[in-house]
């Protein structure tokens, strides 16, 4: 069976879209021989109109169609949310519903492509989707019904790393710098409990809110705003703790990368639940005073740490990609013998 799988995540820097693009396409030959990969981006797409235009017509309509650029296959599978027109099967990875609830936040392209999911569900696509919480958040923001499969993702090799570029002890938060990152709650919460926080990734439609939160609290913060993979990979490795403290996620890869390389993880009740299991701790959403606690313990009681780390390196092999891509393929099955 011939596959056409969007690759457009690999292009420029490297996200945590386009982590599972790679882990993916990286585990299929052994797990799927069966499987043929072609490869499409929505960046070479044989028009004239630019990918962020060719979102915004899909949201509303079924043109232009895909049938022309898009190479032979049986099955296409959109890797971000976008899958174009055409007449063949299609499956798409829906990573969150974010966009979809609040259409308002953020780029208007996300949110676009968010649009573009239900009519492609109109037109028969089958969803990809990484939690059963998740499954249930499409089957109704896109009234998909039966053709939802939960297929998780798995955690990125964290490569061998030198020295932290940080001296001593911090706690560690990683991400663009969103408002739904919970990254503003943070501050106050590294503040209260008196910690060093390092925070790292782009600015962002949150950073307002978060240099707002420094000045308001004086907490101590590193901002580090475009590391690349080696200084990430020092830095996840140095840390004492990961924070994950989001208002909203479909599933949390950093958790799992931390988890892979024994660092604990505090994190919020915010979609991760499935992933972590108890192997972090869990505080509410927008709970400053209990991030703070939570952060603190982690930090400094040397046996919940052995613990953590412990039941994070066990929770760890439950995430592979050969999972993965054994699920998704059987997913690609069952969507070509339904036509």
């Not at 490869?39 to 022309?68: N, Q, Y």
């Not at 994950?244 to 479909?250: A, K, M, Q, V």
Request: aromatic share 6%; net charge neutral; glycine share 10%.
């Amino acid at each position: 069976m011939r596959v056409a799988i969007d690759v457009t995540p690999l292009r420029g820097a490297i996200t945590g879209v386009g982590q599972t693009v790679q882990g993916l396409l990286a585990a299929l030959p052994a797990t799927s021989p069966d499987i043929e990969v072609a490869r499409w981006e929505l960046t070479r797409a044989a028009t004239t109109i630019p990918p962020s235009l060719l979102v915004r017509l899909w949201a509303h309509a079924d043109w232009p169609g895909g049938g022309r650029w898009l190479p032979p296959a049986d099955v296409v599978h959109g890797t971000n949310y976008v899958v174009p027109p055409a007449a063949r099967p299609a499956t798409i990875t829906v990573h969150d519903c974010w966009y979809a609830l609040h259409p308002s936040a953020g780029n208007p392209v996300l949110a676009a492509a968010s649009a573009t999911v239900r009519r492609a569900v109109r037109r028969g696509a089958w969803l990809h989707v990484t939690t059963e919480k998740g499954a249930e958040e499409v089957r109704d923001v896109y009234s998909a019904g039966e053709r939802v499969r939960v297929v998780p993702f798995a955690a990125p090799p964290v490569p061998a790393a030198g020295p932290s570029p940080v001296d001593g002890p911090y706690v560690l938060a990683v991400g663009t710098v969103d408002p739904r990152k919970g990254f503003d709650v943070l501050v106050r919460a590294v503040a209260a409990a008196g910690l060093r926080l390092v925070l790292a990734g782009a600015d962002g439609p949150g950073t307002p809110a978060v240099e707002a939160a420094i000045e308001a609290t004086g907490a101590e913060v590193v901002r580090l705003r475009s590391p690349d993979n080696a200084t990430y990979a020092a830095l996840l490795r140095g840390a004492r703790v990961l924070a994950y403290p989001s208002r909203y996620e479909g599933f949390g890869l950093p958790p799992l990368e931390a988890m892979s390389v024994g660092v604990p993880v505090v994190t919020t009740r915010c979609g991760v639940e499935e992933v972590v299991g108890d192997a972090a701790l869990l505080v509410d959403v927008g709970d400053a005073d209990g991030l703070a606690a939570a952060l603190r313990c982690a930090h400094d009681d040397e046996s919940v740490r052995a613990r953590l780390v412990a039941a994070g390196r066990e929770r760890v092999t439950h995430f592979t990609w050969e999972r993965t891509a054994s699920g998704l393929a059987d997913l690609w099955r069952t969507a070509v013998a339904a036509g």
